[in-house]
């Protein structure tokens, strides 16, 4: 405190080896905050790093425009590893970067799950096949082996150099390097060929073998940035991780050790069509139903609160009679599984009854919803979120803060009444 009496975590923490900031508050937290600082005589930050900003195409995401990403959502479609690959790999160290859908989809395709992913099934898959799962070095060495270990041990002290300059993505780049040579060697051993000649079997032995090795430093590596995705590629290697200080050396990786006879897919491949569909369903559902408030001249204390958002392409009131509004009653509720966001609900409506998914988890309890009678736009495509089938959309105003309220009938309605 002011007074100088800090707790031994201060006395741990602080000073902090890296103050981590985004770019546009360096301002406060290289001139304020230091005065402040020296003002209390305490030793300052040993190095400020203001990273860049993550852009939604060509600006800032706002919520005004509608282009908010936000990462819970990200994780509901790719995963919390693919999501942070994608946000470290595409942040560069001195200039902004782009995050969008569809280089979200192109990345967990090319890199994760063609590069990584596949990688490590292959290796796994061939070592089961030709080997029942044991992986031994039988010392058949070429110049191609050599090449390979060269590139992974280079990679290794590459990758440690640029994170001690901040530069992250570039030191992702680099691990993913050791995944890259590592297919490359796959296409020049070729040990499907391999396989067919009883004498190459020792030479067979030791490519897999290298493989295996590469690809423990290489996940070894990458636990910082994905721990996830590196704790199961060593589990399926049946290994343990790798420390930094062991890998200056190839070859560490114990001779007899079985790999696991069921290989695990890391990344599965997405169809871009199929995700952009889900997408604009979801974003119906969240976004839908926002509330316009007025502007009216009212002040003082008790003046309502005035959002103003930006307008969107006029319609024509042929494009509005397309939608077809009516009243729903809620029946059932349950949150939607490994979901922070979706509610799943069994909606009312007529004689029938439809399953709605909403993004409002943290705004409603599944308790809460069942007995509303809500607004419901009823003609939607369906579309699944998070694997769920969703039939529809419940409307919702949300305030400046993100708060969102349901959008219920004034007077008693039954279900099924069409609002118009």
């Known amino acids: 405190d002011c007074d100088g009496n800090s707790s031994a975590q201060f006395a741990k923490l602080w000073p902090a080896d890296l103050h981590l900031i985004g770019k546009d508050i360096i301002r406060f937290h290289t001139i304020y905050w230091p005065i402040f600082l020296m003002a209390l005589d305490l030793p300052l930050p040993k190095q400020v790093f203001g990273h860049p900003w993550l852009l939604q195409g060509d600006g800032k995401m706002s919520k005004s425009k509608g282009n908010v990403l936000y990462a819970d959502t990200l994780v509901d479609f790719f995963g919390v590893d693919a999501v942070r690959y994608f946000v470290l790999h595409e942040m560069p160290f001195d200039n902004d970067g782009v995050i969008s859908w569809e280089l979200m989809v192109e990345r967990m395709n090319s890199d994760l799950a063609n590069i990584l992913g596949n990688l490590v099934n292959r290796t796994i898959s061939m070592s089961n096949k030709y080997f029942g799962g044991v992986v031994n070095n039988a010392g058949d060495m070429e110049a191609v082996d050599d090449d390979l270990k060269a590139v992974v041990l280079d990679e290794v002290k590459k990758a440690r150099e640029k994170m001690e300059k901040l530069r992250v993505a570039d030191a992702i780049t680099e691990i993913f390097n050791i995944f890259r040579r590592s297919n490359k ?21 030791t490519v897999l073998y290298n493989l295996t090795e590469a690809i423990t430093i290489g996940a070894s590596l990458l636990e910082s940035f994905m721990p996830d995705t590196s704790a199961k ?56 139903g926002t509330a316009q408030e007025g502007t009216g001249e009212e002040t003082g204390a008790d003046a309502p609160e005035v959002i103003d958002i930006e307008a969107k392409q006029e319609i024509t ?15 059932a509720c349950e949150a ?71 959008m219920v009938p004034e007077k008693t309605m039954p279900a099924g009444a069409e609002i118009c």
């Open 185 to 205: 060697y796959i296409d020049e051993t070729t040990p499907w060929v391999l396989a067919k000649d009883e004498a190459k079997k020792g030479r067979l032995e």
């Open 233 to 288: 590629i060593l589990e399926q290697l049946h290994t343990e991780k790798r420390s930094l200080e062991q890998m200056d050396q190839f070859g560490l990786y114990p001779c007899g050790n079985h790999v696991t006879d069921k290989p695990e897919i890391l990344f599965a491949r997405m169809d871009i069509k199929e995700v952009m569909e889900k997408v604009e369903a979801m974003q119906a559902a969240s976004a839908v």
């Open 317 to 331: 009131y042929d494009d509005f009679a397309k939608l077809q509004f009516q009243v729903g009653e809620i029946i």
């Open 336 to 406: 939607v599984a490994k979901s922070k966001k979706l509610l799943c609900s069994q909606v009312r409506i007529g004689s029938q009854v439809k399953q709605i998914v909403s993004g409002i988890k943290a705004h409603y309890t599944p308790e809460e919803m069942v007995g509303k009678k809500v607004m419901v736009v009823v003609n939607l495509k369906p579309a699944k979120l998070a694997g769920v089938l969703s039939e529809g959309m419940l409307l919702c105003a949300e305030d400046a803060e993100g708060n969102l309220s349901l």
